[in-house]
């Protein structure tokens, strides 16, 4: 088994074959814009969480800005007793990395994770995200600036910009800037999820890993939709050392369970009351969330069922917790009447 290069990514390693009883790759959940916030990742958590989280991705400039630190709150809030998650930061300039992660550090997060992959328009016109795969002088500057406040630093990043080759020289590179973690998404920004990942070309990379950093950690994520594919795709590709689920999430928030089991419809909307009710609690400490991107949620937990189609469109006409409440409430005393006729 691969030995990380700190003790924090060691912890993960020996935590995810203490969870499964045997070497298996650790298991995290990716970075999302608007999703992986202190709230849907105590909900994940509660239903089967993975060995490792990461915030939504921030701008590293305004971390440690006198002003604008206050409008990234919320995007680093970490509740009492909740799993320390990975902060995953962007931009383009040394000096905003090394002043972020120094509050960061003071914040009690314990690793860094750089973003190098954002497809997003804006984060490219700020030559953050995937436009530092076009410029290596930056990534490489920023990597080094990253470093110097001591805390384990990872990249993740995608195969290319433009052009799918650009994998043969881009993640040579940046497994030679001594990285603890690489994740690799396996598309280009071009192909953004437009076309299946490149599952094939896996084994090739990890022969590069082998060859330039061998106890560099390689994270794979691309269409791994749950914990069973990512470990068939381990063992079909052995040298992976972890899976990143992404979109996975959305298909069921049991995606990380370990003994895959059917779900009840009260177990899921268990889940949507306690997303609501976090939802508020995160509202009382940073001020108003915007209920509109919480209904992205609600095709994860009203799917597959009777009347799933009908109690959705119910949610998606909400404007409040509330409101979403009493629609929830309604249901339940007509799905349980149902029932009852049923019987």
């Known amino acids: 088994m691969r030995k990380a290069k700190s003790e924090f990514w060691q912890n993960i390693v020996h935590s995810a074959n203490q969870k499964a009883g045997e070497h298996v790759p650790f298991f995290t959940l990716a970075p999302m814009e608007a999703v992986t916030d202190t709230v849907f990742?105590?909900?994940?958590?509660?239903?089967?969480?993975?060995?490792?989280?990461?915030?939504?991705?921030?701008?590293?400039?305004?971390?440690?800005?006198?002003?604008?630190?206050?409008?990234?709150?919320?995007?680093?809030?970490?509740?009492?007793?909740?799993?320390?998650?990975?902060?995953?930061?962007?931009?383009?300039?040394?000096?905003?990395?090394?002043?972020?992660?120094?509050?960061?550090?003071?914040?009690?997060?314990?690793?860094?994770?750089?973003?190098?992959?954002?497809?997003?328009?804006?984060?490219?016109?700020?030559?953050?995200?995937?436009?530092?795969?076009?410029?290596?002088?930056?990534a490489e500057a920023i990597i080094q600036a990253a470093k110097q406040v001591g805390l384990p630093i990872s990249v993740k990043t995608r195969l290319g910009f433009n052009e799918l080759e650009t994998y043969k020289r881009w993640l040579p590179f940046l497994l030679k800037q001594d990285v603890q973690v690489l994740t690799v998404h396996l598309r280009t920004r071009k192909e953004q999820s437009k076309v299946p990942a490149h599952f094939e070309l896996i084994d090739e990379i990890l022969a590069m890993r082998d060859e330039i950093s061998p106890n560099t950690l390689i994270q794979f994520n691309g269409d791994i939709k749950?914990?069973?594919?990512?470990?068939?795709?381990?063992?079909?590709?052995?040298?992976?050392?972890?899976?990143?689920?992404?979109?996975?999430?959305?298909?069921?928030?049991?995606?990380?369970?370990?003994?895959?089991?059917?779900?009840?419809?009260?177990?899921?909307?268990?889940?949507?009351?306690?997303?609501?009710?976090?939802?508020?609690?995160?509202?009382?400490?940073?001020?108003?969330?915007?209920?509109?991107?919480?209904?992205?949620?609600?095709?994860?937990?009203?799917?597959?069922?009777?009347?799933?189609?009908?109690?959705?469109?119910?949610?998606?006409d909400t404007k409040s917790t509330a409101d979403a409440r009493t629609v929830l409430a309604e249901f339940n005393e007509q799905w349980s009447a149902h029932e009852l006729q049923k019987a």
């Open 41 to 138: 990742r105590r909900v994940v958590e509660h239903a089967a969480g993975p060995d490792m989280y990461y915030t939504e991705f921030v701008n590293a400039r305004s971390i440690a800005h006198p002003k604008a630190k206050f409008s990234v709150q919320g995007r680093l809030a970490v509740a009492k007793g909740e799993k320390m998650p990975i902060a995953q930061i962007w931009g383009n300039r040394p000096e905003d990395f090394l002043s972020a992660i120094t509050e960061l550090k003071t914040d009690g997060y314990q690793a860094i994770d750089i973003n190098m992959g954002c497809p997003d328009g804006t984060v490219i016109k700020n030559a953050g995200g995937s436009d530092l795969i076009r410029h290596p002088h930056d």
């Open 226 to 316: 749950d914990r069973q594919a990512g470990l068939q795709l381990a063992q079909e590709h052995p040298g992976i050392d972890g899976i990143m689920i992404g979109r996975g999430i959305f298909e069921s928030p049991w995606a990380f369970e370990v003994n895959p089991c059917e779900h009840t419809l009260e177990e899921s909307l268990e889940l949507l009351n306690l997303q609501l009710d976090l939802h508020d609690e995160v509202t009382a400490l940073y001020g108003p969330r915007h209920f509109q991107k919480l209904k992205r949620f609600f095709k994860i937990y009203v799917r597959s069922f009777s009347y799933a189609s009908d109690l959705r469109m119910a949610l998606m």
